[in-house]
């Protein structure tokens, strides 16, 4: 009985043993010539590329499929194919006798989600008032995202020259617009580089 006993425990370590011994597989997939920036992978393979040459955004698929997927200037991509960036838009401002009249357009860059159908939604722009030249950081598999945006645009204007006084705060949220977390959570005067939000919508 006993020898039995020990002959299952040892085939058990042996078997454990064998598989965390086992080497990880890899498997090198050329991605063409053009290609010269990965912006982004997916957990399950979706890859935002860069090119050198027109069109300069692509989001390869699957099956190794290319979709075109500018002008957006994509930063993240989850496991559908949802993906979130930036473009930059003029900024609408009416600052009469503080910027002389042939001033050059003042841009910002604004939160964009593109879904998996191709449709583009200007988050910054549903919510004028919250978080703008914002820039997106991490997005889940539910389509909530998070990132920074930075405060600059508050600063003002003395002798047609931006004086900045610039602090990344950090902004959340989905198709529905953006929120700065300092409104949602008491935190007082804070600054952010980095954030991340995990499928359950925790964020760290």
């Known amino acids: ?5 020990y002959k299952i425990i040892l085939l058990y370590f042996l078997i454990i043993s064998s598989i965390q011994a086992a080497p990880p597989q ?3 997939v050329p991605l063409g010539e053009d290609i010269n920036y990965i912006y982004a992978v997916s957990n399950s393979g979706l890859i935002l590329l860069g090119t050198s040459s027109y069109p300069n955004v692509l989001l390869r698929d699957l099956d190794g499929t290319l979709h075109d997927i500018s002008p957006l200037q994509p930063i993240v991509v989850n496991d559908s194919g949802v993906t979130a960036g930036v473009r930059m838009v003029p900024l609408d401002i009416d ?3 503080q910027l002389p009249d042939d001033h050059a357009p003042i841009y910002v860059s604004h939160v964009f989600l593109r879904e998996a159908n191709g449709t583009l939604i200007d988050l910054s722009e549903k919510n004028p ?9 991490a997005i889940n598999n539910k389509g909530q995202l998070v990132g920074f945006f930075d405060t600059q645009l508050l600063s003002d204007i003395v002798d047609g020259y931006r004086v900045y006084n610039s602090t990344n705060k950090g902004f959340v949220g989905d198709i529905n617009g953006l929120a700065d977390i300092g409104t949602l959570f008491p935190m007082g005067n ?4 980095n954030l991340s939000i995990n499928d359950e919508g925790q964020l760290y």
Do not use: F, Q
């Open 129 to 137: 008032d919250g978080p703008s030249n914002g820039n997106p950081l």
């Open 95 to 97: 600052l009469p006798g």
């Open 190 to 193: 804070y600054s952010v580089n």
């Open 1 to 5: 009985m006993k020898s039995t006993i």
């Open 26 to 28: 890899y498997k090198i």
